[in-house]
């Protein structure tokens, strides 16, 4: 039982560049959600999904993009990287009787 | 705005203390309020939870002060040892499985 993974665990990317983040849970959560954490700014919500074919955005939404076109998956797009994006990316799963599942996260450094 | 905010940014404690850490929260409909621990190079984990029924729960050496009248809430770390520095991290949401919203974390320290 390997609970959330999240892949890539590390990238560099260019201003400009586009990349994905997958997130993958195996605890047939319906709730999956992408956070970002810097120093001093804690763990702030980008967007969230409440099930398969739904997305919403969080508190920081602006220059990402999500799917969830299957339940176990939950993908995260920049479609032009920024360097306010170099950040670490936090997936994370639930459902209505667990909490919340962090991955391992992702160290995305953009210059 | 920020709906949860939490103190001390940083702490040092001494091996075998207690440690304190505060959260205040601005929305009255929050009836959600956990705690998660994060290691380095970790994601955050869930250590104690509290809903607004209890003033306080009590699990092992951690616990959580609930105060409902002052909109505050707390975790106390008794016995403090080195395996507990981490940042700590206080969150509230309300029903209906809404996304947890997220103190900015207070990195915890213990010395020997």
Not at chain 1, 60 to 87: H, I, M
Not at chain 2, 13 to 42: H, L, M, R
Not at chain 2, 85 to 100: D, I
Request: hydrophobic letters at 35%; aromatic letters at 12%; charged letters at 15%.
């Amino acid at each position: 039982n390997a609970g959330v993974t999240q892949t890539p665990k590390f990238r560099v990317l260019k201003t400009g560049q586009s990349m994905t983040l997958l997130c993958a849970q195996d605890m047939n959560h319906e709730y999956m959600y992408w956070y970002r954490q810097d120093p001093g700014m804690g763990l702030r919500l980008i967007h969230y999904s409440v099930g398969e074919g739904t997305t919403a955005k969080g508190e920081v939404p602006d220059g990402y993009n999500v799917s969830r076109l299957k339940k176990q998956n939950f993908l995260l797009g920049l479609e032009s990287a920024a360097p306010s994006q170099t950040s670490v990316y936090f997936c994370a799963s639930s459902d209505s009787n667990s909490p919340l599942h962090f991955g391992n996260g992702t160290r995305l450094t953009v210059t | 705005q920020q709906q949860v905010k939490q103190s001390p940014q940083s702490l040092i404690v001494q091996k075998g203390g207690i440690s304190i850490i505060n959260c205040a929260y601005e929305n009255t409909a929050f009836d959600y309020f956990p705690w998660y621990q994060q290691f380095p190079g970790k994601g955050p984990a869930l250590l104690i939870a509290i809903r607004p029924d209890v003033s306080e729960k009590k699990e092992g050496r951690f616990t959580i002060s609930f105060n409902k009248s002052a909109k505050q809430f707390s975790l106390h770390i008794m016995d403090s040892q080195p395996g507990d520095s981490a940042t700590y991290f206080c969150a509230a949401s309300y029903s209906g499985n809404t996304p947890l919203v997220f103190g900015k974390g207070t990195r915890l320290s213990v010395i020997a």
